[in-house]
Structures are given as C-alpha cells and as structure tokens.
C-alpha cells in the first residue's frame, strides 16, 4: 500500500433511526487505515447502533455511507465465533495440522501462539464448550488475531476479561496494522488504545474529538457541577 492511508468508510451527513427514534444525526467522517477510534457516551445512546452500521448490519434512514474493499474482524459479547463442541486445537487448525499464521505473516506452532494468551498445552484438547467464561474470552480473542483482517470493529470488549487478558488485548491492538473501532466505557482501556473519540451527544449528533477519554470525562463531570 502507498503511503496514501487507505480510506475503509465514508460518511456523508447519515442519520439512523431505531423503532421511529433518532439515535444518529448529520453524522459525516471519514475512518482511514491505521485510525484507532473508540465510540463512546451513555448506555442506549446508540453506539452499537453505529457499529452495526459499520458491520452492514443495519441500513441508514438517509446520507451516504460507502465502505471500501477491505476486511473485517467484528468481536462482539457474544462470542459468535466459537462453537462449543470444537476443541481447542480444531478451533484453530480447522484443516489439520498444528500451525497458525498470524495476521502478521508469522507462521507458528498453536502452542506457542496461545501460550501468548495463558493458556497450556494440555488445554489444545479441551472443548471450548468446557473453559470457563474467561478462558472463552481470550479464545476468542486469540482466534481473532489469526484472522487476515484490515479493521477490527470491538463492542466492549474487555467486559468480563480479568487483568492479564485485557494487558493481553492491549497489547495486540497496539501492534496491530489495520484500523481498531471499538465500544467501550472502560477508560483506561480507551485511553491507551485510542487516537479518536466518536462520542454520542444527548441530541443524537456525534462528536469527534482528540482528547483522552478520561480528559472528557473530568470535562463532563465540571460541567454537570456547574448545572
């Protein structure tokens, strides 16, 4: 790819309603390569909605959205990846063999991948259906860093990670090459992996801004004082 950031969406003055209710007005951006964003603002304020517009899920009422030609990993709360019945090991090499390769090009033994995402390897023969919620949850996020992707659309996702796979995710992110979109009110989270703020105003319309999560918030919080 040229020097020239890749252009992945184009939002052009959208406006999305759900069951008659304005969520998303005059919303207009445009999200490049290597953008790393985090959609935030109060519950039932409508970022998932965003999301599942990014994800072709869910039409917009009117505007323009074009998507360029590129691919993506969606991660979601309810782990729609995996399937209970596999185990670790078929998860992974659904073709046989005992190799991932990396969305960087590196090509290694599962074992040695997943060792980065605590996991032994007495577990490779473990049935996902038998881990525990949080071994489920860096399963699927070690699943989705061997996906060939360009964007990474997050909808909270370190709900229910302890610290050491949130250290994990943080991580990842942070060497990832492609664009991160994610949901998120965890603001130390936010803060270190975020470059941009989408954040959902009470009257619908969308924010971008380049301050930290945590500086808006103490912004917030002065100005709800003053009221």
Same mark, same amino acid.
């Given at each position: 790819?040229?020097?020239?950031?890749?252009?992945?969406?184009?939002?052009? *003055?959208?406006?999305v309603t759900l069951n008659n209710k304005p969520l998303i007005k005059n919303f207009t951006t445009r999200i490049l390569?290597?953008?790393?964003?985090? #959609?935030?603002?109060? *519950?039932?304020?409508?970022?998932?909605? !965003?999301?599942?517009?990014?994800?072709?899920?869910?039409?917009?009422?009117?505007?323009?959205?074009? +998507?360029?030609?590129?691919?993506?990993?969606?991660?979601?709360?309810?782990?729609?990846? !995996?399937?209970?019945?596999?185990?670790?090991?078929?998860?992974?090499?659904?073709?046989?063999?005992?190799?991932?390769?990396?969305?960087?090009?590196?090509?290694?033994?599962?074992?040695?991948?997943? +060792?980065?995402?605590?996991?032994?390897?007495?577990? %490779?023969? +473990?049935?996902?259906?038998?881990?525990?919620?949080?071994?489920?949850?860096?399963?699927?996020?070690? %699943? %989705?860093?061997?996906?060939?992707?360009?964007?990474?659309?997050?909808?909270?996702?370190? *709900?229910?990670?302890?610290?050491?796979?949130? *250290? #994990?995710?943080?991580?990842?992110?942070?060497?990832?090459?492609?664009?991160?979109?994610?949901?998120?009110?965890?603001?130390? @989270?936010?803060?270190?992996?975020? +470059?941009?703020? @989408?954040?959902?105003?009470?009257?619908?319309? #969308?924010?971008?801004?380049?301050? !930290?999560?945590?500086?808006? %918030?103490?912004?917030?919080?002065?100005?709800?004082?003053?009221?």
């Amino acid at each position: 790819i040229s020097n020239k950031k890749k252009m992945l969406f184009e939002l052009d *003055n959208i406006y999305v309603t759900l069951n008659n209710k304005p969520l998303i007005k005059n919303f207009t951006t445009r999200i490049l390569q290597k953008d790393t964003i985090a #959609i935030v603002g109060p *519950n039932g304020s409508g970022k998932s909605t !965003l999301l599942k517009v990014f994800l072709q899920r869910l039409k917009i009422d009117s505007g323009n959205l074009k +998507k360029g030609d590129f691919k993506i990993g969606y991660f979601d709360q309810h782990r729609e990846m !995996l399937n209970d019945d596999k185990t670790i090991m078929h998860t992974f090499c659904p073709n046989g063999g005992d190799r991932v390769i990396l969305d960087d090009g590196r090509n290694m033994h599962v074992f040695g991948y997943l +060792k980065n995402f605590l996991f032994p390897r007495e577990y %490779l023969d +473990k049935k996902i259906g038998a881990l525990s919620g949080g071994e489920k949850n860096r399963i699927a996020l070690a %699943l %989705l860093f061997t996906k060939k992707v360009d964007c990474l659309i997050m909808d909270e996702p370190t *709900n229910d990670l302890d610290i050491p796979t949130i *250290n #994990i995710l943080e991580e990842q992110l942070t060497n990832f090459n492609g664009a991160v979109i994610i949901v998120s009110h965890d603001r130390y @989270f936010v803060d270190k992996i975020a +470059k941009k703020l @989408f954040i959902f105003k009470k009257d619908k319309t #969308i924010e971008e801004s380049y301050q !930290l999560y945590s500086q808006y %918030l103490e912004l917030e919080k002065e100005l709800h004082e003053l009221d």
